[in-house]
């Protein structure tokens, strides 16, 4: 599943190629969570700004009636926004198909997903205001203090790598970059929430926004599925660098690794290293 990183780079390569450019024709399927009247909704409506809200891609459409629209865009698991050709033929498991044209430059964007968990639809501003009130905090644009992350964590009585994934508490965050943050401050995942101390929430804190900042430099993590690519079709480089995700043997202490399931998730964790 696309995580913040993942999500960060498509958000920066379509705002790089594609702000400016008008919507001039939608061809959409009838895949579940493809809003039944987009085409209608977006067609002929420029691209004024393009934003990341937490694992959601936000594009600000211009209406004649000067009231902001935004179409949305949540990739799920499988979900992809590629570049490609006008008039070029349907993609493996596409969706949805954005013709889009500024000044004499004409190029389509296409969703496509296999799993067809992902979500397009629009939104006005209320709508939006809405949405942005269902996700917590973002650590790549604010970090919390040690004290308010701990308060935060600890009113969650679970697991504290459960605590990660949950978005109303710590937008973009997945098991990816859960399970590696939680490594960097040694701390086990199954460690429950109110036995973490101070110290180490303050260590967790910054070790999340580390993994997080690596994953964007880096342009996100792929997998051995291939499933995340960028608009252009490129891999990330992310899966270089992982420090225990998918690994057999801790590179701290070069014990074995175990894997096991968390709240239904895999999980990676060096039992030596973190207590």
Known sequence: MPELPEVWTITQTLKENIMGFEITKVASSRAPGIAPNISAQVAEKKITN??????????TLSQESGEDLFLIFHLAMTGQLLFDKVNSQKKPWERLELTLQKNNKALVL????????????????????????????DIVEKMPSPKDFLETLRSKKTSVKNVLLQQNVISGVGNIYAIEALFLARILPKTPTQNITIQQAETLVKT???VLEEGIKDRGTTLDDKSYKDPFGRYGNH???????????????NGLVRFEKINQRGTYFCPICQK
């Open 50 to 59: 393009i934003e990341r809200l937490a694992k959601n891609i936000v594009f």
């Open 110 to 137: 296409k969703f496509c997903d296999m799993r067809m968990f992902g979500k397009v639809y629009t939104a006005n501003l209320n709508e939006l205001k809405k949405l942005k009130e269902k996700y917590g905090q």
């Open 239 to 253: 899966q270089k660098h992982l420090y225990i995700y998918g690994k057999k043997t801790c590179p701290v202490c």
């Open 208 to 210: 999340l926004r580390k």
